[in-house]
């Protein structure tokens, strides 16, 4: 296939409108990993090990004819306190491949091709999916990482299960005639009682963010017997007077005690900002409120912004955009204006490769630690933000995207989304003045194919 052809297709696979592929399709082959598009950990108390890592898998070249969610037990993979996991003897002279997952998998379902956001409930009972292909929130449940969703009959026979009917409810959103309609992109959730809900109530919230840049809210139960479905309860924009060409959401993350979730958006300098209103008495009356957007003004033109997270040991003072103008790591101080009204306030800025994509921040060895991966240049960068400098650089790489740190086993999770790979990066040198390496990697590497005509 010619590069333009080849362009071509994976425009389509991308857009998801006008093209055929082809009809059917394979089922997934089990425990294969398929463009890993995003990953989260398990809730963990304290400094407790986080005990599963869910992975998210795109089909983004439509090989199968679903995408998957799959739940890794991590004691096993990692290990946890004095067991040693099946990592243990990897180092970085003699970094290991796992290609059999089979034996590290507890379960996985189908939940259809090209979702994109993924998150866990507080109480971790319930996964969140912000799916492109149904245009809706999807939801699984998880029990010690076995995932269980709706299925259709016959469907228990499949290699891999696959989910039927897993939307979030429109009942309330019926009642009130709130429609939902864009490109779900990214999605958030956290507990009611955290941001002025019920005490002791088990309720979540769940925003669902929409390329567009409106958001919506759902209300969920964890203690519910049955667990219903999620529910709609409002729609609103993040970013209202903004024009449409200057609007497209990449990420969504909650400052963590505030209620407020900060949207990334690669048409423009402004980040959304979105509050949540909560009703103790009724959570379903909660709404949402344009919680007044910030902009990154004066570093290059500050357009193209990829992620944003928050120092963990001081949120409420700190947090760390990822840009592409300039593809730097940005410092925000959140505790003062900017230079201008409506900007945000940068304190420096840390300079990344070519085509910054995600970030992750986390503690080790007691010290706030920033990782940026990016994707054209195939490495991560590592920032100390405790001493706001950075500190080493990571290869090893093929297309890193999405990552996630596991604070306790000091270890990073990437995804290698153009292998199809999971990589796990030791970060333990962090803690002696060395450098983290790339100590294992889960799955086999599978460059995307080559089509011929």
Do not use: K, W
């Given at each position: 296939m010619s590069p333009l052809g080849r362009a071509a297709w994976l425009a389509c696979a991308l857009s998801l409108s006008g093209c055929n592929l082809g009809e059917g399709g394979t089922d997934p082959t089990p425990a294969t990993l398929n463009f890993p598009i995003a990953l989260a950990l398990s809730p963990a108390e304290g400094d407790a090990a986080p005990q599963l890592l869910y992975v998210l898998n795109s089909n983004f070249d439509l090989r199968f004819n679903d995408g998957t969610l799959m739940a890794f037990d991590l004691d096993t993979i990692a290990g946890t306190g004095d067991n040693e996991g099946m990592i243990a003897d990897c180092t970085e002279d003699e970094p290991c491949t796992f290609e059999d997952l089979s034996q590290v998998r507890l379960s996985e379902v189908g939940i259809g091709s090209?979702?994109?956001?993924?998150?866990?409930?507080?109480?971790?009972?319930?996964?969140?999916?912000?799916?492109?292909?149904?245009?809706?929130?999807?939801?699984?449940?998880?029990?010690?990482?076995q995932l269980e969703c709706d299925q259709d009959d016959g469907e228990e026979s499949e290699p891999v299960p696959s989910c039927s009917d897993v939307d979030a409810g429109d009942a309330i959103?019926?009642?009130?005639?709130?429609?939902?309609?864009?490109?779900?992109?990214?999605?958030?959730?956290?507990s009611l009682a955290d941001i002025g809900g019920a005490a002791g109530s088990d309720e979540s919230f769940v925003l669902l963010?929409?390329?567009?840049?409106?958001?919506?809210?759902?209300?969920?139960?964890?203690?519910?017997?049955?667990?219903?479905?999620?529910?709609?309860?409002?729609?609103?924009s993040a970013f209202p007077g903004l024009p449409a060409n200057q609007v497209s959401v990449v990420t969504l993350t909650m400052q963590p005690g505030t209620g407020i979730g900060w949207l990334t958006n690669a048409f423009s300098a402004t980040i959304g900002r979105i509050g949540i209103a909560v009703d103790p008495v009724a959570a379903d009356r909660s709404f949402l409120y344009d919680a007044g957007s910030v902009r990154l003004g004066g570093i290059d033109t500050g357009d193209d912004t990829r992620d944003l997270q928050f120092d963990p040991a001081s949120?409420?003072?700190?947090?760390?955009?990822?840009?592409?103008?300039?593809?730097?790591?940005?410092?925000?101080?959140?505790?003062?204006?900017?230079?201008?009204?409506?900007?945000?306030?940068?304190?420096?800025?840390?300079?990344?490769?070519?085509?910054?994509?995600?970030?992750?921040?986390?503690?080790i060895g007691g010290r706030s630690y920033v990782l940026a991966s990016t994707f054209d240049n195939r490495k991560i960068y590592v920032i100390d933000a405790t001493a706001g400098a950075p500190v080493a650089v990571v290869g090893g790489f093929s297309g890193p995207f999405e990552l996630v740190i596991d604070s306790a086993r000091e270890l990073a999770y990437v995804t290698d989304f153009s292998l199809s790979v999971i990589r796990i990066v030791d970060l333990s040198p962090l803690t002696t003045g060395g450098a983290p390496f790339i100590r294992a990697t889960l799955g086999k590497p599978t460059p995307i194919e080559t089509f011929t005509d």
């Open positions: 090209h979702a994109d956001g993924l998150a866990v409930s507080p109480g971790g009972r319930r996964i969140y999916i912000a799916s492109r292909a149904r245009q809706n929130l999807t939801f699984v449940n998880s029990t010690d990482g959103a019926m009642e009130r005639e709130i429609e939902l309609d864009g490109d779900p992109v990214a999605v958030a959730t956290g963010g929409l390329r567009d840049g409106n958001v919506a809210l759902f209300i969920d139960d964890e203690s519910a017997t049955a667990m219903e479905p999620p529910e709609l309860v409002h729609v609103t949120p409420e003072e700190r947090a760390f955009a990822l840009t592409r103008r300039p593809e730097a790591v940005v410092e925000l101080d959140l505790t003062r204006m900017g230079l201008n009204a409506g900007d945000a306030a940068v304190d420096d800025l840390f300079d990344v490769g070519a085509g910054p994509s995600r970030l992750a921040v986390g503690t």
